[in-house]
C-alpha cells in the first residue's frame, strides 16, 4: 500500500450499502462526488473551524454537479450538538427552498456529521446526505454505521435517527490541519478495535504509534481502513444495535458518564471514551475476565496516545454514586440496569451488566 | 357487519407490518394491548382536551401489561405541533428514566399522533409506539402509513420521519365525544378516498352521509375500515411516497398553503383539505381531465360533510401569487415547481404540474 492508492471500504446494508473512500487529494476533487445523484441543490454543513479551511474547495468541487450549492456554518464544539443548532440546517433548507432530493454534506468532525445526518433522516422525512468528515475520530467512527444524533440537557446521543449515508469521503490531508489533542482523541476509537475484535491490530498500534502521531500518511490509511473494516464488519450484521453492534460502546458507559459529569465539551468525546476503555478493562479484570496483564498494556498503548487514564471527579460527596446514576441514563440500560461492555478475551467483547459494589470499587480505583 | 364484530386491516409492510384493530369499547380493554412486547414502562402522550376523557381508562388498561405506565399531557391543535412540544415527550421520558424498549402510546387526534411517532421514532433512535387515534381525521388518516412529523415555521409537516407503530387501536366510542366540526374535518380525508381510489365508496357516502352524520355505529365502522382499506393498499405499494402514496395528498397542496397562510389552526386541516379537494378538482377540470359534473358532485358532498368549498383570500395584494409562494415549499416539490395531485379521472389520481395561468385562474374562482 502506498499514500497515493485510493482505499475503499465497503458498507454491506441491502438497499442501504455504500462506499467509504479514503486516500488524500478527494475532498476537493469532483470525481469523489461524480457518481452520486443528481439534484438541483446541495447544502454543506460546516463549523465555525472546518468551514474556513476546506468549505470552498468543497462548494467548488460540488459546483459541476449540482445547480446549486449553499452552505451552513454552526458553531464547533459538543456543547453546541442541540436542537438550536440542528434547526440552523432546517432554517437554510427551507429558506432556500429546498426539495426532497437536495443533498446534504457534512464537512466536520463528528459532531457536524451526527447532527447533518439527523438532520437529513428528518428534514422532509428523509434527504440524502454524504459524509465529509474531517477528524481521525469522525473517519474511524462517527461517519461510519449510521448512527446520527443531537444531545438532550439530560442524556448524550437521546434524539437521533439510524440513517446511512450515500457515500464517506474521508480525505486524509484534512488530518494535517488537526489539532494534536483532536489526533489523540481520535486515536481512542481507533484503539478501540484492538481489545473488541483484532489483538494483531491492537500490537500493529503498539509498534507503529510514533508514526501515526507523526502523521505519516501510509500509517493513517492504514488505521483508518482497518477501523472502517472492522466497524463495517460489526455494523453489517446488526446495523440497528439490537445486539452485537453494542460492543462498539467499549469504554462508552464510563465514557458518556464523564461527558455528561463534566458538562459536554469539557473533555473530549476521544479523551472520555480512552479514560473509559481502562475503567472498562478494569472491570473486566475485576470480574475475573482478562488478567492485570492487559489492563497494562491497553492502559500504555491510551497514555502513549496522548490521553487520559485517570477520571475525574464527577461529585464530592458520592463520587460514585453519581457515575451510577449518570450511567442508567445510558441507551444501552434495561429496566434501569447498566449494561456495560466488557472485554471476555482480549480481542472478543461481550455486553452484560456487573454488580454495583464491583462497579464502585472500579470507579474508586480509577479515580484515586 | 354489526357494531359489535371487531374489524381488522393488515397494513403489510414487510418486518414493519401491523394491524388496525377497529369497533367500539377497545381503548380501555386490556385485551387490545395484551399481544404487544412486554416492558418497564409506557408512556401515554395525549393532550389537554382528550386527556381528562380517555387517559383514565388507558392507563388503567395498560397497568397490567407494562411496570410503570407514565402520561405526559401537551397543548391541543395544531398551532402547538412544533419543537417545543416534542420535547415535552423526550423531557418526561428521560426524567422518568425510561429506556430504548418503552412502549409510547399515542391516545389523541392526528396532531398528538404525528408528534408521539416522531418522538417514538427519534428518542433512543427509535422506541416502539401504538395509535389510539380518538379522532375521525386520525383514525381514517394520520394513525395509518408511518408519516410522522412536526411543524417548523416556515413550512408543514417539514420535519419528520417514517416511522411505523406495532398497532393502531381505533375505539368507535370515541367518535361519540366528537365536536361536530371535528367530525366534518375527519369526513374531508374519508371523501378523498372515493375520487382517487374508489367511487363506489362515494356513491356510499353519498347515500349514507345523514347516517355518518348521526355517528351511526354501523356506519361509521364502515367508513374507519374502508378509508383504512384504501389507504392500506396504498401505503403497502409505496411506503415511503416515491411514487404512487403521493395520491394520498388530494386538495392537500392547496390545503396546505390554506393553513399556512392563515396561520396553523385558523382552520382544521380537515377543513383546509375539503376546499384544497374542490380547487384540486377545478384545475382537474380546466386541464381537460375530469368534467365539470364530477367537480359539483363533490363538491356539493363537501358541502353536506359540512366543510368549506370556498377559499379564503391570503393576500389582498396579490392573493394568486400568495397561493403559489406557500403551494412552492411543499414537499412534492421538485426544483420550485409544484406538483399537484389531479384527478384524471374519476376514481383514479395522478401527480403533475400545471401552468401558473391555469392554477391562478382556479384560485381566483375558488376565492370568489
Known sequence: MTASDLQTVAIELADRSYHIAI???LLDNPLSYAQLPKSAAALIVT???VGPLYAPQLEKALAAHYGKVFTVVLPDGEAFKTWES???IFDALLRHGCDRK??????GGGVVGDMTGFAAASYMRGVPFVQVPTTLLAQVDSSVGGKTAINHPLGKNMIGAFYQPLKVVCDLDTLKSLPQRELSAGLAEVIKYGPIADMDFL????GNLEAVLAREPVALAHIVKRSCEIKAWVVGQDERESGLRAILNFGHTFGHAIEAGLGFGAWLHGEAVGCGMVMAAQLSAR???VDAFFVH???????KAGLPVRAPRLSETDNAGRYLELMRVDKKSEAGEIKFVLIDKPGSACVRSAPDA???????ACCA
Open 203 to 206: 500490537a500493529w498500534l503498539e
Open 23 to 25: 486516500r488524500g487529494s
Open 358 to 364: 464491583v462497579v464502585r470499587q472500579v470507579i474508586d
Open 287 to 289: 470480574l475475573g475476565l
Open 86 to 88: 440542528l434547526n440552523l
Open 297 to 303: 498494556r491497553l492502559s500504555t498503548l491510551i497514555t
Open 47 to 49: 463549523n465555525t473551524t
Open 102 to 107: 437536495t443533498t446534504l454534506f457534512a464537512l
